[in-house]
């Protein structure tokens, strides 16, 4: 699971790059993106959390798992309601690219909630002594 799980990370790298070099980006501020920028800002949190776990061999985590998808529906369905989206193709773009991006952000919350589990047994595992 943790070293397939690398792949999907680097899968949803890959595609929200390609988003944004086509002119697939949220450019808006407001709401909708605040809320799309708050979970990625997590999201990076909880893998730089997971990789210190993993290096230091102690668990991190001093709060539940966080599911992200309703703010993430919200904002993506809010995203579509502004007034602009309609008659300028720049705005239905950068709202395609919050959308899309809330997406995939999605498939990256629910991944790292999914390592959590891997994690702790590889931690469980390195305390246990070779020899027992």
Not at 90 to 115: F, M, P, T, Y
């Amino acid at each position: 699971m943790l070293l397939s799980s690398g792949k999907g990370l680097l899968l949803i790298s890959d595609i929200v790059d390609w988003l944004f070099e086509h002119g697939y980006s949220a450019t808006e501020s407001g709401t909708p993106a605040s809320t799309v920028g708050t979970v990625a800002t997590n999201a990076i949190g909880n893998i730089l959390r997971l990789a210190e776990e993993i290096r230091s061999g102690h668990p991190l985590r001093v709060a539940g798992a966080h599911n992200a998808a309703a703010e993430l529906r919200s904002a993506a369905l809010a995203s579509f309601s502004q007034p602009d989206v309609a008659t300028s193709p720049a705005a239905l773009r950068s709202a395609i690219g919050l959308v899309s991006s809330a997406d995939w952000l999605g498939q990256l919350d629910s991944l790292l909630q999914d390592l959590d589990e891997p994690v702790g047994e590889t931690l469980a595992a390195n305390a246990t002594h070779w020899w027992r």
